[in-house]
């Protein structure tokens, strides 16, 4: 038996409740599983975020963090390390744009991910309305402005207003499970 807010009431009273007699046996397993194993069981689609208005300030990350928040207003977030260089450029209104990647751009991913000398280097990329980069072999792009940001332990959640969205032709996703590239 273990203590639980009681749902009934809404009013934050413990009640006690049973615990499945299956979850002490899972936690008993001889190694218990590492927090990210089990986040990795979560599949997403993969974005590459960009910023930068200017040439030399263009930035861009590979994130599978990003989620869909509100429809009105029009609004998403995403998550980037703390120890990301390039998070101080994400200012309050600044622009920077999503793209959904498809399951061709894979190469792009791990360009966007690895070292940030090399991820423009040979890329193909044009410019959107708000004057930051994006791939047009995405799926999709939106453009948005930073409207919040929330230091959240080792990462900084990043709220942000939409201002344009486009859905590409359709192709199959860049889906990322058990930390591999599947695709459906
Ligand atoms: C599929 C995939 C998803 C990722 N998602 C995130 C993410 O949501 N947030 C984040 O900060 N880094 C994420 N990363 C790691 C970054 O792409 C990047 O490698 C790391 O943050 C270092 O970036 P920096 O050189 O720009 O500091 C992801 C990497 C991969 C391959």
Known sequence: MVDAPDSKSGEGN???????????????????????SVFSLFTTGITIVTNGTKKPE???????????????????????????????TFKLNSPLNINILANSQKSLSNKFAGKLEDRWKGVDYDISKNKVPFFKNSLGIIEAKVFQKM??????????????HYNFKSKKPLIYYKSKYQTI
Do not use: Q
């Open 14 to 36: 413990l009640v006690r409740v049973r615990v499945s007699p299956a979850l002490p046996e899972l936690l008993n397993m001889k190694k218990k599983p590492t927090l990210t």
């Open 58 to 88: 263009y930035f861009g990350c590979t994130i599978n963090s990003f989620t869909s928040v509100s429809l009105k207003p029009a609004m998403f977030l995403f998550c980037l390390g703390n120890d990301n260089k390039h998070l101080k």
């Open 151 to 164: 230091l959240a332990g080792d990462h900084t959640i990043l709220l942000c207003k939409i201002t344009n």
